[in-house]
């Protein structure tokens, strides 16, 4: 560093000191921007596939349980209020499964959605069919529990795996969002340690290198103030202070020339 002028020094010091704060900050972008893709896909995927799952296990348990009543009911007035109310939570259903599915982008919660609607077309189709003879006059009670009730526990549960799957889900990434954010600020602390460790190592680098030449340089011109013309001045380097010590040199070899020359 020597051969290096001192201003050129000190820019290289604050340069090598900024591009570290530069990296620190670099570094803490990137790890912000990992935290705000997992908030953004706990915010828009995950929390609405687990309200939308949860949602639609309910409205199938609902119509499970009226479907239920209609077959077993002889009240023509009920009935036909059941199926009115039925057909619109069928609907809504069939709504949620259809966004559901375009939120399944894992394997395995496609193959779960997969189950259900192979679930939902059997029960579905026998459902008709018991709801067909009910219209023909048969009474369908005892076929509810046993044709139509084990078709309709296989639906639930496929559509209660769906809806533990995407709880599940959801708790995991936001377990990976508290790991990341934790993460995250261990790495910025980290980060800042070694920008101060390293600013603190370049200044005082700089300093001493400008600083030590420079008392050595006063202190040899004082002792050539005061007549001591025999002192050691190194004059090493090409920057300002190697300058001073080689005029100090100079001017050591003229003064005692001059004295030697002298009366």
């Known amino acids: 560093m020597k051969n290096l002028k001192i201003g050129t020094r000190l820019n290289l010091a604050f340069g090598a000191v900024l591009v570290i704060t530069v990296l620190v900050a670099v570094l803490g972008i990137?790890?912000?921007?990992?935290?705000?893709?997992v908030n953004k896909?706990?915010?828009t995927v995950e929390m609405q596939r687990s309200l939308l799952a949860q949602r639609w296990a309910s409205?199938?348990?609902?119509?499970w349980v009226r479907t239920s009543a209609v077959l077993r009911s002889t009240d023509p007035a009920y009935t036909e209020a059941l199926l009115k109310?039925?057909?619109?939570t069928s609907k809504a259903v069939s709504d949620d499964q259809k966004v559901l599915e375009s939120l399944a982008q894992e394997n395995e919660a496609r193959a779960l959605m997969a189950s259900v609607a192979k679930q939902r077309t059997a029960y579905a189709e026998a459902r008709a069919v018991l709801m067909q003879r009910q219209k023909a006059g048969e009474n369908m009670a005892g076929a509810v529990d046993r044709d139509l009730r084990p078709l309709a526990e296989n639906y639930l549960k496929a559509v209660d795996q769906v809806a533990h799957y995407a709880s599940e889900n959801l708790r995991l990434v936001q377990t990976h969002a508290v790991a990341t954010a934790s993460s995250s600020q261990l790495t910025l602390a980290?980060?800042?340690?070694?920008?101060v460790v390293l600013g603190m190592l370049l200044a005082l680098s700089a300093t001493r290198s400008i600083t030590r030449p420079l008392l050595r340089a006063v202190a040899c011109a004082e002792a050539i103030a005061q007549g001591d013309l025999r002192r050691d001045v190194?004059?090493?380097g090409k920057d300002e202070t190697a300058a001073i010590a080689a005029g100090l040199v100079r001017h050591a070899g003229q003064s005692g020339?001059?004295?030697?020359?002298?009366?």
């Open 41 to 43: 896909a706990i915010a």
């Open 59 to 63: 409205q199938i348990n609902i119509n």
């Open 190 to 195: 980290a980060g800042a340690a070694v920008a």
């Open 30 to 37: 990137s790890r912000l921007d990992g935290l705000m893709e």
């Open 234 to 236: 190194q004059a090493t």
């Open 85 to 88: 109310d039925m057909a619109t």
């Open 257 to 263: 020339a001059h004295r030697e020359s002298g009366p």
